[in-house]
């Protein structure tokens, strides 16, 4: 096994690669110039390293026979935005004790801290049994999941540690996320004459109104689902002296444990298709799908939709877990996540024992001027290096 130190264990060194990787752009899909680094910064570290044909990174590194624990960070970032609003650099800037720069915390900072947390291991493996694989997916910004299923369709892991900001604080589970496209189908017809028509538009309206009766399984982790109007868009577009015959209405809509997608668009479809119907239209009710390119080249096409998951606090390997993180000191109470992360594959979608955990506060995502303080980081390379022993340290289970 290397032992030779790509970094020194110190907060500075951990601000420097913060850096790094958020110098190394990687808004999706192109989050190349952040996979090549992440290459470089893996196998100097003596992982053995795999880039596959999404673009995704793996390092894995063994310590004997044992459990296999994934550690997974997306790489990509959202965009910048209107790059006149931020004080500070994008691409990076110290200011104070706080690093600045898109994907300081979403997921850049957690990052840094699992590569840190990780040579702690490889500086000091006595104890540890298993293998630690260290992942950089692509893409989670535009669709929670399908990048990280390719990794582990190779790695089958016994345990999955999602890096996203929690505030240090372990997650147990989160919501899970549908994109519901409502299209309505009416009949156009010269202004003049509108009773000549059937306008998708006010079928529409008729239908958003409706769906704000609709009501959601609560779940005693999670709270309650959700549905949220996030677009709407009628054709002709613009229109002159036409009745509009379609529209479309896009909506998002949170899950709780055990929502499948079948069941939370048949929701939608039992509030809507009696309003269609008395209206002379007619209504589809689908999910939406996410269509890109990766940096390498494969084309993606997913219906956007991602389950949610919670993991018993009480059983393996949380348990194992906290009881590290207490001998650590950095023990805090469990938490879950509102929003999505890739979570929603390995837990789920495959049932895989899987928690979150990442420095910085998840309000601080996709935010102009998006920072980190240095102490978070600190505390998440010693909050990183508990977990990975928890695993792989006394708190596994053989394999």
Request: aromatic fraction near 6%; proline fraction near 6%.
């Amino acid at each position: 096994m290397t032992t030779e130190r790509l970094f020194d264990i110190e907060e500075t060194d951990v601000a420097a690669t913060l850096l790094a990787l958020i110098a190394a752009s990687s808004v999706s899909p192109s989050a190349e110039p952040a996979a090549r680094l992440l290459t470089e910064l893996l196998t100097k570290s003596g992982f053995e390293v795999t880039v596959d044909d999404w673009g995704n990174v793996t390092g894995r590194i063994d310590f004997g026979p044992g459990p296999v624990l994934l550690y997974d960070a997306h790489l990509d970032t959202v965009e910048i935005g209107d790059h006149a609003r931020w004080r500070h650099d994008p691409a990076g800037e110290r200011v104070g004790d706080r690093i600045v720069g898109r994907g300081a915390v979403d997921t850049k900072g957690p990052l840094a801290a699992a590569l840190h947390a990780a040579q702690r291991l490889v500086a000091d493996p006595d104890g540890l049994a298993g293998s630690l694989v260290i992942s950089g997916s692509v893409d989670e910004e535009l669709a929670e999941g399908p990048a990280l299923a390719q990794i582990l369709d190779r790695v089958t892991p016994d345990v999955v540690v999602i890096g996203e900001p929690s505030d240090n604080r372990l997650a147990v589970g989160q919501r899970g996320r549908a994109e519901i496209v409502v299209e309505v189908t009416g009949t156009s017809s010269h202004t003049a004459y509108p009773d000549a028509g059937v306008s998708a538009v006010e079928v529409m309206a008729e239908a958003i109104v409706a769906l704000r009766e609709l009501t959601f399984r609560a779940d005693p982790h999670l709270g309650a689902g959700q549905l949220t109007l996030t677009s709407v868009r009628s054709s002709p577009y613009p229109s002159q002296s036409t009745v509009p015959s379609g529209c479309v209405a896009v909506f998002d809509r949170r899950t709780v444990v055990g929502e499948q997608d079948v069941e939370v668009l048949d929701d939608v479809r039992r509030m809507v298709e009696p309003i269609a119907a008395a209206a002379g239209a007619s209504v589809q009710v689908r999910l939406a799908r996410a269509e890109w390119r990766t940096w390498r080249g494969v084309e993606v096409d997913v219906p956007v939709f991602a389950a949610a998951w919670f993991q018993d606090p009480g059983a393996w390997p949380v348990d194992a877990i906290r009881d590290q993180l207490r001998r650590a000191g950095v023990d805090r109470p469990t938490r879950t996540w509102q929003f999505c992360t890739n979570g929603s594959e390995s837990a789920g979608r495959r049932g895989l024992p899987t928690v979150g955990f990442g420095p910085g506060q998840p309000d601080r995502a996709h935010t102009t001027d998006e920072s980190i303080e240095l102490a978070e980081l600190r505390s998440g390379v010693d909050g990183y290096e508990a977990i990975f022993r928890g695993v792989l340290g006394g708190g596994g289970r053989s394999r």
